[in-house]
């Protein structure tokens, strides 16, 4: 009788041991995709930050040139400086980032920004 009840506590310890450690690894992985998250949304706000430093940095530094010349600056620098703090951006995402750092900042500047590039 008393090697019944010392296997059934036996198996019952192993079996709170399994759900312990199944619990351990499932908020183990939940902590892990939470950090995760914050640290690619961290990455991306530096990302469009960058984006918009760098389309600020070229439209006050080279007025004179338009166009396809402007956005390869901005590019240059949004490259360099992203290079600088460990960042990588592909072609799409340099794109992507000037373009809408480009499209922020006309529609908070709207009509201002338009009699500048007129005159």
């Not at 908020?27 to 939470?34: D, E, P, Q, S, T």
């Amino acid at each position: 009788m008393e090697k019944v009840v010392l296997d059934l506590l036996y198996n019952l310890l192993i079996l709170l041991a399994t759900l312990l450690a199944g619990y351990a690894v499932a908020w183990l992985r939940k902590k892990i995709g939470v950090e995760g998250m914050k640290r690619i949304e961290a990455e991306l706000a530096t990302k469009q930050e960058l984006a918009t430093l760098a389309v600020r940095f070229v439209e006050q530094t080279y007025k004179y040139l338009h166009g396809e010349a402007k956005y390869n600056k901005a590019a240059e620098w949004l490259v360099a400086q992203a290079a600088r703090i460990g960042l990588k951006l592909t072609e799409e995402e340099i794109k992507g980032l000037i373009e809408a750092a480009l499209r922020e900042l006309k529609d908070a500047f709207g009509n201002e920004w338009a009699k500048q590039i007129q005159t």
